[in-house]
């Protein structure tokens, strides 16, 4: 009996250890993040090597849909809106799908993202972008499948597909003038009422300088016609602080009405409750 639980228990311990064994993978998995101009872009993908195959127009046939790398699908993924062979490409998650051929390749951003390999049917509506590139020779041989983004300007970067030796790159356009003259319009236009909200908010939660609270919310208050009830009601409560409650009682009244009109029953009873409290003597 001893010698039969030894042997199960050691049974035990050898599947245990077998299942921790970790061994390399035959594509490796990677992850490129690069900035083009002010646009993140992300690539997530998996890299096969040659091993001395001849890979294109043998181990990946020339004229089929190839997945472009291995395993699961080659994901590049955009913060903004590009530009590619005079195409817009909205922003978000894209398979890459290629279609090499010996005098030029199709490569096309693909919307379904949860493939193994290639889809059982392709579905044309799912192609975001397509477009060709002509394959460039390198000079010398690349062992591993490469997907990157180089030459980078601040208008735009190359997506670059290579393997062995032939290199297929795409131009993507960035819209690097668009971003930075919102930035700069903005900040020239100074700060809006979300933001003096923001800072009078801050300077009250955080026991600062309730007159400079008091300054900001004014000012955010300022800037909207509507007079915001959550406005109102954070200025009266800076008002009660400062120990003027005649203020803060006519601002709460205010914010009550407000917010009486957009039914928004917490803001309601809570100045309900302020005004009934700084209304004692």
Same mark, same amino acid.
């Given at each position: 009996?001893?010698?039969?639980?030894?042997?199960?228990?050691?049974?035990?311990?050898?599947?245990?250890?077998?299942?921790?064994?970790?061994?390399?993978?035959?594509?490796?998995?990677?992850?490129?993040?690069?900035?083009?101009?002010?646009?993140?872009?992300?690539?997530?993908?998996?890299?096969?090597?040659?091993?001395?195959? =001849?890979?294109?127009? &043998?181990?990946?046939?020339? *004229? !089929?849909?190839?997945?472009? %790398?291995?395993? @699961?699908?080659?994901? +590049? =993924?955009?913060?903004? &809106?590009?530009?590619?062979? *005079? !195409?817009?490409?909205?922003? %978000?998650?894209? @398979?890459?799908?290629? +279609?090499?051929?010996?005098?030029?390749?199709?490569?096309?951003?693909?919307?379904?993202?949860?493939?193994?390999?290639?889809?059982?049917?392709?579905?044309?509506?799912?192609?975001?972008?397509?477009?060709?590139?002509?394959?460039?020779?390198?000079?010398?041989?690349?062992?591993?499948?490469?997907?990157?983004?180089?030459?980078?300007?601040?208008?735009?970067?190359?997506?670059?597909?290579?393997?062995?030796?032939?290199?297929?790159?795409?131009?993507?356009?960035?819209?690097?003038?668009?971003?930075?003259?919102?930035?700069?319009?903005?900040?020239?236009?100074?700060?809006?009422?979300?933001?003096?909200?923001?800072?009078?908010?801050?300077?009250?939660?955080?026991?600062?300088?309730?007159?400079?609270?008091?300054?900001?919310?004014?000012?955010?208050?300022?800037?909207?016609?509507?007079?915001?009830?959550?406005?109102?009601?954070?200025?009266?409560?800076?008002?009660?602080?400062?120990?003027?409650?005649?203020?803060?009682?006519?601002?709460?009244?205010?914010?009550?009405?407000?917010?009486?009109?957009?039914?928004?029953?917490?803001?309601?009873?809570?100045?309900?409750?302020?005004?009934?409290?700084?209304?004692?003597?």
């Amino acid at each position: 009996m001893k010698k039969l639980l030894t042997t199960l228990l050691m049974a035990v311990v050898c599947s245990t250890g077998f299942s921790q064994v970790k061994t390399p993978q035959p594509s490796p998995k990677a992850m490129v993040s690069q900035m083009v101009g002010m646009t993140d872009v992300s690539i997530d993908y998996s890299r096969p090597s040659a091993k001395g195959r =001849t890979i294109f127009g &043998d181990l990946v046939p020339f *004229g !089929k849909l190839w997945r472009t %790398g291995a395993n @699961a699908n080659s994901i +590049v =993924t955009f913060s903004d &809106d590009v530009m590619i062979d *005079g !195409k817009m490409l909205p922003k %978000g998650k894209y @398979a890459i799908f290629t +279609v090499p051929k010996a005098d030029n390749w199709d490569i096309m951003f693909y919307t379904d993202t949860d493939n193994w390999g290639t889809p059982e049917n392709m579905d044309e509506s799912k192609v975001a972008l397509k477009t060709t590139a002509k394959p460039q020779m390198l000079n010398n041989r690349l062992e591993t499948f490469t997907i990157a983004m180089n030459n980078l300007d601040n208008n735009f970067g190359h997506l670059e597909i290579s393997w062995e030796k032939t290199l297929v790159a795409v131009k993507v356009e960035v819209p690097t003038d668009k971003i930075a003259m919102a930035s700069i319009a903005k900040a020239l236009d100074g700060p809006n009422a979300a933001d003096y909200y923001a800072a009078g908010t801050y300077y009250f939660q955080s026991n600062g300088d309730m007159k400079k609270a008091l300054e900001y919310v004014d000012k955010a208050l300022t800037m909207n016609d509507a007079k915001p009830f959550w406005q109102l009601r954070q200025k009266s409560l800076i008002q009660a602080k400062l120990g003027d409650k005649k203020g803060a009682i006519e601002t709460a009244k205010l914010s009550l009405a407000a917010a009486e009109t957009a039914k928004n029953n917490d803001y309601v009873k809570m100045n309900k409750d302020s005004i009934a409290e700084w209304s004692k003597k």
